[in-house]
């Protein structure tokens, strides 16, 4: 009975061990989120709520003030974060000019629209060959209330394979600062039928 009790509890020492080891060696935590950048006087990044960090490896990204990105990052101490990866993203502005002669509304499929960091993020998925696609945020100025129109172009691009699109479209025109949030409706055509989405800004 000796014998056994010792053997089982080496078992359990070993087991012990091994989880200490393996949790010795797990990967470094990193998080994926959206940012905006800021570029002076020298580089950061403030995300979505607010919170503004600096890179310790600040030469991993160049880029202007206002970019949107999508970064992958480790968080530091004291408001500071390590750039594992990091990817612009089509950042753009809502364009009030144009909505009847140049909207285009071909089918896409939506993963994510939200809005965050003054601006109305999408991940979207299409299908990519060879030519660029056209993307563009309207605004019909016509309407009653504020009505914005995801426009979408392939330019006649044929059949590829699957991509994601993360894209950012900055929405302080819609109102002041000082302003109280404002309701609209966004317009996005699918491949089942155009999508209806209420949201505030």
């Known amino acids: ?13 070993l087991i ?6 393996e949790e010795e060696n797990r990967m ?3 998080k994926v989120d959206f940012a905006t ?8 990044f403030q995300f979505d709520n607010g919170q503004i960090f600096t890179p310790v490896n600040p030469e991993a990204y160049q880029g202007a003030t206002g970019q949107r990105v999508i970064m992958n990052y480790t968080p530091r101490e004291n408001n500071t974060l390590y750039i594992n990866s990091i990817a612009n993203i089509h950042t753009d ?6 909505f009847s002669e140049s909207i285009a509304i071909e089918p896409l499929r939506i993963q994510s629209v939200w809005v965050g960091g003054n601006h109305l993020n999408m991940i979207l998925e299409i299908l990519h060959h060879s030519a660029p696609h056209t993307v563009r945020l309207f605004q019909n100025t016509d309407a009653n209330d504020i009505e914005l129109h995801f426009s979408y172009s ?10 994601i699109l ?4 900055l929405l302080s025109s819609l109102r002041g600062e000082a302003d109280p949030p404002v309701p609209f409706r966004l317009f ?6 155009m999508r209806e989405f209420e949201m505030v800004f």
Do not use: A, W
């Open 188 to 193: 996005i055509n699918t491949h089942d039928r």
């Open 28 to 30: 470094v935590d990193f």
């Open 93 to 98: 502005v809502i364009r009030t000019e144009g």
């Open 37 to 44: 950048v800021i570029n002076q006087p020298q580089l950061r």
């Open 16 to 21: 012990f061990l091994s989880s200490c080891k």
């Open 166 to 169: 993360h894209l950012s479209f």
């Open 154 to 163: 392939r330019n006649q691009d044929p059949v590829g394979t699957s991509r």
């Open 1 to 13: 009975m000796k014998k056994l009790f010792v053997s089982y509890f080496s078992i359990l020492l």
